[in-house]
């Protein structure tokens, strides 16, 4: 079964990456004759072998092009009248309710496909708020007025694409509800699934009675796969450590679940036999009770096929119940192929089977076996999850084998049992369990600070591109060969370890290969701010880093979300991570504002910073009074700059500070940082929110003409005035706003100003970010939005 699975997977990775094209057809074609080539050998078993593989590709590949073809939307977008059902979790965040609604009826009328849409209401006032909590249930029946509008796609690169996530859940619209006026509902009937996320529900808030804030949300994700719960800088925190599937349900948490249940059924006296039957039934409802994960999926059906192998006393081939998990995963839904849960679990699975064995045969010599066998489970688990790990999230500690090596028979050994055990016993009164509680807070607190404290100090951290085909193939051939050498298929002397070595160098090294002699400039999407990203070949400068978190005006506390919209957050170290951007050797903060350094103290602790350049300014608000204490603790050098100082990087690339002056008085606006870019002959302006003062001032004492021009303070009507155009004559004008902001940025005459001026304008809020790239032999610009306005 696991060769017929790699079939299998073939057809489905042709069939996703070839869509609707010539290659595609020439790739099942090609793969099709090579596989057929079996077809032709003597030996009647691979005869066969080919024959089933060939005719599971065929398929594979054809049923994914179907599920593929009937994956659209009949439904339309604007103001609709909907009836449906909630179908999912329903997520509480501040002021705002998400759920999925099947959607029954559009405007009174049936429609011709039941579909899913992924809802966002919107709460007016703390009884809207109180009432949500009574209304929405897994089942709810809704009824009411939905504005239903497409996904919003990425804006920046490395962005999360959720568009892509939702289609692949065959989900193609949005829909949001302003207040539950207009709403009426119905109660939920009564349904398994509906029981299950009520009581998924119902024990995390026993949790939340049990624990303290430090450990709540990590054991309502370890327990019950309520991530949800999980805080999104503790969540960072694990991701960076390398944990992140201690804290959701996997097969680490399914195995410990059936020999936890196993061994207490035979306490209780039940044989064998009933023992295994009770955990084959007990266990779907606990998977489906946390979420129903892919990976916990993949546990799931590999547990009861080896729960069935036990009761019928035979012996269950790891491979081939992997196969059959495969295999019966993707005939439900093929596109769980590109889930990265789904990935990461069989990859891991994978490596376990094929690396874990020989190692432990290697590695006879360490005593006892417990130890052994942990040793070869988290080499072999490092190995296989490494290339995904850094292809998608970039980020990989050399730590993480050693932490894993000692986290995660702790919690498995030590915490999840009295966890377990609190969980049990809270779920008839949180009195009961609050014995077990607060001695997991008391062991538990400590080890997280301690891990906490190791993730800040980002110590022996890589950050990687997302990795080429090529690299990948290379890295599978290397862990292919360590392979053969484990088995003995290959001799283990010096050309082999030389070979295995110069695998590993070039894997090391390819990343870094690609240094093209070029500057790329990221004007990100930070809403309502600035945020500037300078790649050149020999530093990284970071010109400002976007606004603070959004929190409500009124101060209600109710309306405060879990997660607001930080661009440092959200934008800036995606994006740097994406681009294999580790450290920063300028932060440039232009000026105090908080939407142009409200993400430096979040920089500042999440990435390591060579130095601060400023206008020089005494710290006023509070902001900048924290960003300097940082930069104090953290050691950074700090420069006060000025206009007329110059720094050249190497020949072809030169900085030049044309503000502040030595003029006072000047408002904060135009005391901003202005740098100017002159590389390879082409002259980029960067002006932070300078104002007609400040360019007035700039024109006396002699500017030129641009190349491209970072418009100031977001192309405000103070701003980028008429004298300054006619001098500068900008060809590319840049302008840094939010979409639908308060202040109305970019102002008309603004605008009309730059057209007279025939300056092309690209904004971020239309086009999402702007990336330049110059080299010695042209100019070029690309947006992540492709509309007519950002061509």
């Given at each position: 079964?696991?060769?017929?699975?790699?079939?299998?997977?073939?057809?489905?990775?042709?069939?996703?990456?070839?869509?609707?094209?010539?290659?595609?057809?020439?790739?099942?074609?090609?793969?099709?004759?090579?596989?057929?080539?079996?077809?032709?050998?003597?030996?009647?078993?691979?005869?066969?072998?080919?024959?089933?593989?060939?005719?599971?590709?065929?398929?594979?590949?054809?049923?994914?092009?179907?599920?593929?073809?009937?994956?659209?939307?009949?439904?339309?977008?604007?103001?609709?009248?909907?009836?449906?059902?909630?179908?999912?979790?329903?997520?509480?965040?501040?002021?705002?309710?998400?759920?999925?609604?099947?959607?029954?009826?559009?405007?009174?009328?049936?429609?011709?496909?039941?579909?899913?849409?992924?809802?966002?209401?919107?709460?007016?006032?703390?009884?809207?708020?109180?009432?949500?909590?009574?209304?929405?249930?897994?089942?709810?029946?809704?009824?009411?007025?939905?504005?239903?509008?497409?996904?919003?796609?990425?804006?920046?690169?490395?962005?999360?694409?959720?568009?892509?996530?939702?289609?692949?859940?065959?989900?193609?619209?949005?829909?949001?509800?302003?207040?539950?006026?207009?709403?009426?509902?119905?109660?939920?009937?009564?349904?398994?699934?509906?029981?299950?996320?009520?009581?998924?529900?119902?024990?995390?808030?026993?949790?939340?009675?049990?624990?303290?804030?430090?450990?709540?949300?990590?054991?309502?994700?370890?327990?019950?796969?309520?991530?949800?719960?999980?805080?999104?800088?503790?969540?960072?925190?694990?991701?960076?450590?390398?944990?992140?599937?201690?804290?959701?349900?996997?097969?680490?948490?399914?195995?410990?679940?059936?020999?936890?249940?196993?061994?207490?059924?035979?306490?209780?006296?039940?044989?064998?036999?009933?023992?295994?039957?009770?955990?084959?039934?007990?266990?779907?409802?606990?998977?489906?009770?946390?979420?129903?994960?892919?990976?916990?999926?993949?546990?799931?059906?590999?547990?009861?096929?080896?729960?069935?192998?036990?009761?019928?006393?035979?012996?269950?081939?790891?491979?081939?119940?992997?196969?059959?998990?495969?295999?019966?995963?993707?005939?439900?839904?093929?596109?769980?192929?590109?889930?990265?849960?789904?990935?990461?679990?069989?990859?891991?699975?994978?490596?376990?089977?094929?690396?874990?064995?020989?190692?432990?045969?290697?590695?006879?010599?360490?005593?006892?076996?417990?130890?052994?066998?942990?040793?070869?489970?988290?080499?072999?688990?490092?190995?296989?999850?490494?290339?995904?790990?850094?292809?998608?999230?970039?980020?990989?500690?050399?730590?993480?084998?050693?932490?894993?090596?000692?986290?995660?028979?702790?919690?498995?050994?030590?915490?999840?049992?009295?966890?377990?055990?609190?969980?049990?016993?809270?779920?008839?009164?949180?009195?009961?369990?609050?014995?077990?509680?607060?001695?997991?807070?008391?062991?538990?607190?400590?080890?997280?600070?301690?891990?906490?404290?190791?993730?800040?100090?980002?110590?022996?951290?890589?950050?990687?591109?997302?990795?080429?085909?090529?690299?990948?193939?290379?890295?599978?051939?290397?862990?292919?060969?360590?392979?053969?050498?484990?088995?003995?298929?290959?001799?283990?002397?010096?050309?082999?370890?030389?070979?295995?070595?110069?695998?590993?160098?070039?894997?090391?090294?390819?990343?870094?290969?690609?240094?093209?002699?070029?500057?790329?400039?990221?004007?990100?999407?930070?809403?309502?701010?600035?945020?500037?990203?300078?790649?050149?070949?020999?530093?990284?400068?970071?010109?400002?880093?976007?606004?603070?978190?959004?929190?409500?005006?009124?101060?209600?506390?109710?309306?405060?979300?879990?997660?607001?919209f930080w661009p440092a957050q959200d934008v800036i170290l995606p994006y740097l991570y994406a681009q294999?951007?580790?450290?920063?050797?300028?932060?440039?903060?232009?000026?105090?504002?908080?939407?142009?350094?409200?993400?430096?103290?979040?920089?500042?602790?999440?990435?390591?910073?060579?130095?601060?350049?400023?206008?020089?300014?005494?710290p006023r608000s509070h902001l900048e009074q924290e960003v300097a204490a940082l930069m104090q603790a953290?050691?950074?050098?700090?420069?006060?700059?000025?206009?007329?100082?110059?720094?050249?990087?190497?020949?072809?690339?030169?900085?030049?500070?044309?503000?502040?002056?030595?003029?006072?008085?000047?408002?904060?606006?135009?005391?901003?940082?202005?740098?100017?870019?002159?590389?390879?002959?082409?002259?980029?302006?960067?002006?932070?929110?300078?104002?007609?003062?400040?360019?007035?001032?700039?024109?006396?004492?002699?500017?030129?003409?641009?190349?491209?021009?970072?418009?100031?303070?977001?192309?405000?009507?103070?701003?980028?005035?008429?004298?300054?155009?006619?001098?500068?004559?900008?060809?590319?004008?840049?302008?840094?706003?939010?979409?639908?902001?308060?202040?109305?940025?970019?102002?008309?005459?603004?605008?009309?100003?730059?057209?007279?001026?025939?300056?092309?304008?690209?904004?971020?809020?239309?086009?999402?970010?702007?990336?330049?790239?110059?080299?010695?032999?042209?100019?070029?610009?690309?947006?992540?939005?492709?509309?007519?306005?950002?061509?």
């Amino acid at each position: 079964m696991f060769v017929y699975s790699l079939y299998g997977l073939g057809g489905l990775i042709c069939a996703a990456v070839y869509t609707n094209s010539v290659k595609s057809a020439l790739l099942v074609l090609a793969v099709g004759f090579a596989v057929s080539a079996g077809l032709f050998v003597r030996h009647a078993e691979l005869r066969r072998c080919a024959i089933i593989g060939v005719c599971l590709f065929m398929a594979a590949f054809s049923y994914y092009r179907l599920i593929d073809s009937r994956n659209v939307s009949m439904l339309s977008v604007g103001a609709v009248t909907c009836e449906g059902e909630i179908v999912s979790k329903v997520v509480y965040d501040g002021d705002r309710v998400r759920f999925a609604l099947r959607v029954h009826k559009v405007n009174a009328q049936p429609v011709t496909a039941e579909e899913t849409v992924q809802v966002t209401v919107r709460l007016k006032n703390i009884e809207e708020w109180k009432r949500a909590r009574d209304v929405f249930r897994y089942g709810t029946q809704l009824a009411g007025p939905l504005e239903l509008s497409v996904p919003p796609e990425p804006t920046n690169p490395g962005a999360f694409d959720y568009v892509r996530f939702l289609y692949f859940q065959h989900v193609h619209r949005v829909g949001s509800i302003e207040g539950l006026n207009a709403i009426s509902y119905q109660a939920p009937t009564s349904s398994v699934r509906g029981s299950l996320v009520a009581a998924q529900e119902w024990l995390a808030e026993r949790l939340k009675e049990m624990y303290g804030p430090d450990t709540e949300g990590l054991l309502s994700g370890f327990l019950l796969g309520s991530v949800t719960e999980i805080d999104s800088e503790t969540y960072a925190k694990f991701s960076g450590l390398g944990l992140t599937h201690v804290i959701a349900i996997s097969g680490q948490h399914i195995g410990m679940f059936v020999a936890a249940l196993v061994f207490l059924c035979r306490l209780a006296g039940l044989s064998r036999e009933h023992s295994f039957r009770l955990t084959m039934v007990m266990l779907p409802l606990y998977v489906f009770l946390t979420g129903a994960s892919p990976s916990a999926m993949r546990a799931l059906i590999m547990g009861e096929l080896v729960l069935l192998a036990l009761l019928v006393r035979r012996r269950a081939d790891g491979w081939n119940v992997l196969g059959v998990a495969f295999l019966g995963m993707t005939a439900v839904d093929p596109y769980v192929i590109h889930q990265v849960s789904f990935q990461l679990s069989f990859l891991v699975t994978f490596g376990l089977l094929l690396l874990v064995p020989p190692l432990q045969v290697r590695l006879q010599w360490m005593k006892p076996a417990f130890l052994r066998g942990l040793v070869a489970v988290t080499v072999a688990a490092t190995l296989t999850s490494f290339p995904l790990t850094v292809y998608y999230f970039h980020v990989f500690s050399f730590l993480s084998p050693l932490i894993n090596f000692l986290f995660v028979p702790f919690i498995s050994v030590c915490i999840a049992p009295l966890a377990a055990l609190s969980l049990v016993f809270g779920a008839i009164h949180p009195g009961f369990g609050f014995l077990a509680a607060n001695i997991v807070d008391s062991v538990l607190t400590p080890v997280l600070h301690f891990l906490y404290t190791i993730e800040s100090q980002r110590l022996m951290r890589i950050v990687w591109k997302s990795p080429s085909i090529i690299w990948l193939t290379l890295y599978g051939l290397l862990v292919a060969f360590i392979a053969l050498l484990l088995y003995g298929k290959i001799a283990l002397n010096r050309k082999s370890w030389l070979l295995c070595i110069v695998l590993a160098l070039i894997c090391a090294s390819l990343p870094y290969v690609d240094r093209r002699a070029e500057v790329r400039i990221t004007f990100l999407d930070v809403g309502q701010g600035d945020a500037i990203v300078i790649q050149t070949q020999d530093r990284v400068v970071l010109i400002d880093t976007g606004g603070i978190p959004a929190v409500p005006f009124d101060g209600q506390t109710w309306r405060i979300r879990r997660k607001p919209f930080w661009p440092a957050q959200d934008v800036i170290l995606p994006y740097l991570y994406a681009q294999g951007i580790g450290k920063i050797d300028q932060l440039v903060m232009t000026h105090g504002d908080s939407d142009h350094i409200g993400g430096v103290p979040y920089v500042l602790t999440h990435v390591p910073v060579r130095q601060v350049i400023s206008n020089g300014d005494l710290p006023r608000s509070h902001l900048e009074q924290e960003v300097a204490a940082l930069m104090q603790a953290k050691h950074i050098s700090h420069a006060a700059v000025s206009g007329g100082q110059v720094w050249e990087e190497r020949e072809g690339v030169r900085w030049r500070v044309l503000n502040p002056t030595g003029i006072t008085g000047s408002g904060n606006n135009d005391r901003s940082v202005v740098l100017l870019l002159e590389v390879y002959g082409r002259r980029i302006l960067f002006t932070g929110d300078l104002e007609r003062e400040g360019e007035l001032r700039l024109l006396a004492d002699g500017m030129e003409k641009v190349d491209i021009l970072k418009v100031g303070h977001h192309g405000s009507k103070g701003s980028t005035s008429e004298e300054w155009l006619t001098q500068i004559k900008p060809d590319l004008a840049i302008i840094s706003a939010g979409r639908n902001n308060r202040y109305g940025h970019p102002h008309r005459d603004t605008m009309e100003r730059l057209n007279q001026a025939d300056s092309r304008i690209v904004r971020t809020d239309e086009c999402g970010a702007v990336t330049v790239i110059v080299n010695n032999k042209q100019l070029g610009y690309t947006t992540v939005k492709n509309g007519m306005t950002c061509r």
